[in-house]
Nanobody, 122 residues
Framework: QVQLVDSGGGLVQTGGSLRLSCAAS????????MAWFRQAPGKEREFVER????????YYTDSVKGRFTISRDNAKKMVYLQMNSLKPEDTAVYYCAAGRNGARLASSYDYWGQGTQVTVSS
């Protein structure tokens, strides 16, 4: 079992930055693909970015290209999402997730954080 706790969300103005953190406990996350998803009110949960467990390769959705960066520190059992140049359309609850065969589908992930709210004001 892996437990995930998301933090770091908040209210920021357009163009600002936030760094989300995901703290894992329980089993090691070193063999899990890790990802961030987000969900805006009235919308489905959306893939944001993921990082492969072995190659550390990253994959992202086009709307965050050049602005968001996922990283991981397996020794600390931490995953991060650095978000720069934030836009109002980035407003959502952001969730950290862990899975063995991570992809862009939420159903590919086995463990989820509780979510952290990000609000970008215009």
């Amino acid at each position: 079992q892996v437990q995930l706790v998301d933090s770091g969300g908040g209210l920021v103005q357009t163009g600002g930055s936030l760094r989300l953190s995901c703290a894992a406990s329980g089993r090691t996350i070193s063999t899990y693909d890790m990802a961030w998803f987000r969900q805006a009110p009235g919308k489905e949960r959306e893939f944001v970015e993921r990082i492969n467990w072995s190659s550390y390769s990253t994959y992202y959705t086009d709307s965050v290209k050049g602005r968001f960066t996922i990283s991981r520190d397996n020794a600390k059992k931490m995953v991060y999402l650095q978000m720069n140049s934030l836009k109002p359309e980035d407003t959502a609850v952001y969730y950290c997730a862990a899975g063995r065969n991570g992809a862009r589908l939420a159903s590919s992930y086995d463990y989820w954080g509780q979510g952290t709210q990000v609000t970008v004001s215009s």
